[in-house]
């Protein structure tokens, strides 16, 4: 079955720095777009950056561009996301999540906390 699962969240200082890793099973992780989300206490889920298949194109969130890179291996069944000059803004569970299409995530992970503080 597809599984997800994050790991890499902690508790950093203002300033610091965090990689997050999305190991993917269950399905050809080469096929599908993936994508971090993060849900801050008492608020909406929000999508943080993507990636296509392949890799070939990212997006990134306005309130992330310049600092958080998404990028992906398709040797390892992982999606990475490298977090740099983190705020405490940024404090949140991080999920990886994978587009089933239709605008639609279709699987995610169980998500892991950053604290930035």
């Known amino acids: 079955q597809v599984q997800l699962v994050e790991s890499g969240g902690g508790l950093v200082q203002p300033g610091g720095s965090l990689r997050l890793s999305c190991a993917a099973s269950?399905?050809?992780?080469?096929?599908?777009?993936m994508y971090w989300v993060r849900q801050a206490p008492g608020r909406e889920r929000k999508e943080v950056a993507q990636v296509t298949s392949g890799g070939g194109t990212s997006w990134h969130a306005d309130s992330v561009r310049g600092r958080f890179t998404i990028s992906r291996d398709d040797a390892k069944n992982t999606v990475y996301l490298q977090m740099n000059s983190l705020k405490s803004e940024d404090t949140a569970l991080y999920y990886c999540a994978r587009y089933g299409g239709s605008w639609s995530l279709d699987y995610w992970g169980q998500g892991t906390q950053v604290t930035v503080s």
């Open positions: 269950g399905f050809t992780f080469s096929n599908y777009w």
